[in-house]
């Protein structure tokens, strides 16, 4: 099966282009000095021990002031930032969050939305975002023996080789089993089923990230197993997760509560029931779905939505342990406190490719978009650091290196790395 030519235009771009690591974006001189100057307020955590033996978490890049103001001066913090007045949040164990409405984009709270952590299979969105609208669900694809080069004791949704599935199969095993091998067969398809076709895709996700604002965000793997240099941050996974949850099929994967792989007669294979991981959908009212994941590296991870009143919410967190919540039951809690919020109140906007693409286009390092603006009537009163104050929202865009005429963008390429993980 070839792309589409919408893909393959993508796919040409990501291949033939290359991205400044880290963008260039602006941030005024009060807002880098109240960023490193501000006290950061610690993040409210529960009483419990960590597990023991955990491997060390990978060393991530240095913090760019410029990238930590994406969405809002406020949000340039590794502390906790909701709006003045608001209720405590909950105490979770997930080192980083973020609570925001996938409609008006508002924030309305976080923890360290701009750190950098390790993604697990939360990245399987971002393979979502990047190619799910470009397959016909309707395709059947026969799976290769790279579909199942994946990590020993790693999730799989159990596909063969030599097995035939449809597109929508596999996605319904990629999101609701988080089969690492329905990520690569995927990939590989988007890319046209060459050799080369993971690779390939994992530069399109790279590029995709990109417009989408989600500059903290590099895969190395489509599935998130982990791999060297591979980072995100719970603010970019909240730009994904919000256009994701614009696709309906995509809404319907999530919602999925169970599902049938199909029997392969030709290898004498049987079906079987797959069900879905997300638990928020079997236990929480108003819940449109989400992503769990896992790598005894990254610890758990999790991309959750529900709507509830006419508001619809996404919950982001990473770096979390399992005890005394599950990953989903965290996001619960937070989704409960996001809903108690009146409207209107939010501590930073999530950006739109429209901004960011316009701040490419203009290079322009001061004028704020209108989105950006109407945060700041919409938010006059939040805190960060040691006290309430005004907080001026930069929904800003990257200034694209200009060669001949031509944007630069970094190419991404993937590389695999074994490494003894439970889950992916």
């Not at 669900?137 to 790279?146: F, G, M």
């Not at 080789?161 to 449809?166: E, M, N, P, T």
């Not at 399109?204 to 591979?230: C, I, W, Y």
Request: some cysteine; overall charge positive; charged content about 15%.
């Amino acid at each position: 099966m070839r792309p589409s030519a919408s893909l393959a235009a993508l796919l040409l771009a990501a291949a033939t282009a290359v991205v400044p690591a880290a963008p260039a974006f602006a941030q005024t001189a009060p807002a880098r000095a109240k960023a490193e100057t501000a006290a950061e307020i610690p993040c409210p955590k529960p009483n419990v021990a960590k597990p023991k033996g955990i491997p060390a978490r990978p060393v991530p890049p240095a913090d760019v002031p410029a990238n930590s103001v994406v969405g809002g001066d406020a949000l340039a913090t590794h502390g906790l930032i909701i709006p003045a007045g608001a209720k405590q949040p909950p105490a979770v164990t997930a080192t980083t969050w973020i609570v925001a409405d996938l409609d008006t984009g508002e924030v309305l709270g976080a923890c360290g939305p701009h750190v950098y952590q390790t993604p697990a299979s939360v990245q399987k969105t971002l393979l979502a975002a990047t190619v799910m609208d470009k397959l016909d669900p309707n395709q059947t694809i026969t799976a290769v023996r790279s579909d199942l080069d994946i990590e020993v004791n790693s999730s799989a949704v159990g596909i063969v080789v030599g097995g035939k599935y449809k597109i929508s199969t596999l996605w319904l095993g990629l999101l609701l089993n988080s089969g690492n091998d329905a990520a690569n067969a995927l990939a590989r398809m988007a890319a046209g089923g060459g050799a080369n076709g993971v690779a390939t895709t994992v530069a399109a996700m790279n590029a995709e990230a990109q417009r989408l604002g989600a500059f903290q965000t590099h895969a190395v793997t489509p599935s998130g197993l982990d791999g060297k240099g591979q980072f995100t941050s719970a603010y970019d996974l909240a730009l994904i997760a919000r256009k994701d949850f614009a696709n309906a099929d995509f809404r319907t994967y999530v919602l999925t509560k169970a599902t049938q792989m199909p029997a392969q007669p030709q290898v004498k294979q049987k079906g079987f029931q797959i069900q879905n991981e997300n638990k928020l959908i079997f236990n929480y009212p108003g819940a449109m779905g989400g992503k769990t994941g896992f790598t005894t590296v990254a610890r758990h991870s999790y991309v959750g939505a529900a709507q509830r009143n006419g508001r619809r919410l996404v919950v982001t967190l990473l770096g979390a342990e399992a005890h005394p919540q599950r990953g989903w039951q965290q996001g619960a809690s937070l989704l409960d406190w996001g809903f108690a919020q009146p409207k209107g109140q939010s501590v930073g906007k999530l950006i739109t490719p429209e901004e960011v693409a316009a701040r490419t286009e203009t290079g322009s390092a001061d004028a704020q978009p209108e989105s950006a603006t109407a945060a700041n009537k919409a938010a006059p009163g939040i805190h960060a650091g040691n006290g309430p104050g005004a907080t001026k929202v930069m929904a800003a865009g990257a200034v694209a290196l200009v060669l001949a005429g031509t944007p630069l963008l970094l190419l991404l390429t993937q590389r695999r790395r074994r490494r003894p993980l439970t889950r992916g």
